[in-house]
């Protein structure tokens, strides 16, 4: 196996067309997630749904096509700069 997975999924998010607000879908997933799961009395299910929103909203910061908004999350590969309220 010459191509790992990551790089064959990558690969396929690169060839398909994008949908239009597909990165505003994402972020608010994730903040769907967060907000859903705050007081969940399960541990397991806070930290899946932590690590699962983190990862959405990673998502909606990076890739193609990204909007100018969401460039300012600290995912979106930039240094953070100093008047960043988040990073």
Do not use: C, N, Q
């Not at 959405?56 to 100093?82: H, K, M, N």
């Amino acid at each position: 196996m010459t191509e790992r997975l990551i790089d064959k999924l990558k690969g396929y998010d690169e060839a398909r067309a994008g949908l239009p607000g597909e990165h505003w879908l994402a972020f608010a997933a994730g903040l769907g997630l967060w907000v859903a799961t705050r007081r969940h009395p399960s541990v397991p299910v806070r930290v899946v749904a932590s690590l699962l929103g983190t990862l959405l909203v990673a998502r909606s910061a990076t890739g193609r096509d990204v909007p100018p908004l969401l460039r300012r999350l600290p995912f979106a590969g930039r240094a953070p700069r100093r008047h960043d309220w988040i990073g």
